[in-house]
């Protein structure tokens, strides 16, 4: 089986800043990954490679082995970004309308009603602008569009950004759940803890190259603790 994404030697400068330095990595179907690092390390910049947002300056970034300027290499993909504002001009059933036809994804409202149970957000809110949406509500309404997609890959950047602990703590049971149906999950973080549930493997991301690649015990074993912000700060300061 291909493997759901495939950077190979990705660079990206901007200006006299060099961004990305050679980036090799691989994120196989099945797998959840997280991509953590301070801010500015190049996460962002890693993912809008990936979705052809920014053009890589060198290197090869490959999605189900289709090349990632190809249209068809969005087919099988959701995407959540990091400051997510969905159009202001919107309800909160017409953006997820919008977004099912965006994604030709067929589901009903009982559908909608159970997933927004599940991230905690009242199925009346859907009626009201998402102008006058909380950062939370919003987030939550981004998430639901990904979930109801139906793609096979998921790629959040910062998934669990402005969600309060409960939500949060549904959503990374969700996402669990979500893996033994065999989906993909690629996600940027700050929230180390997160990671430590749900990621298969981390790629931590400093000064433009991947820093560690592999288990989160395999992290703690290299660096000598099993304590997730150390083996993280231990990394980073090699």
Known sequence: MPAAIEFTDVEKRYRDHQVLNGISLEINAGEFVGLIGINGAGKTTLIK??????????????????????????????????????????????????????????????????????????????????????????????????????????????????????ARAWLKQYLLEQKTDGRTLFFSTHLLADVEVLADRIAVLHNGVVKYNGSITGCYEKYHTADIEKAYLNCIAE
């Not at 990091?82 to 059933?93: A, D, T, V, W």
Request: with cysteine; net charge neutral; hydrophobic share 35%.
């Open 49 to 166: 490679c990936l979705l052809d947002f920014v053009l890589p300056d060198s290197g090869s970034i490959r999605v189900f082995s289709v090349h990632h300027r190809d249209t068809r290499a969005r087919e099988r993909l959701a995407f959540l970004p990091e400051k997510f504002n969905p159009p202001y001009y919107l309800n909160g059933h017409d953006f997820l309308r919008y977004m099912g036809d965006l994604y030709g994804a067929k589901y009903g409202d009982s559908d909608i009603r159970q997933l927004l149970k599940i991230l905690d957000l009242d199925y009346s809110a859907l009626i009201k602008p998402v102008r006058q949406y909380s950062k939370g509500m919003s987030q939550k309404l981004g998430l639901a569009a990904c979930f109801l997609s139906g793609r096979e890959l998921l790629i959040m950047d910062e998934p669990m950004s402005g969600l309060d602990p409960r």
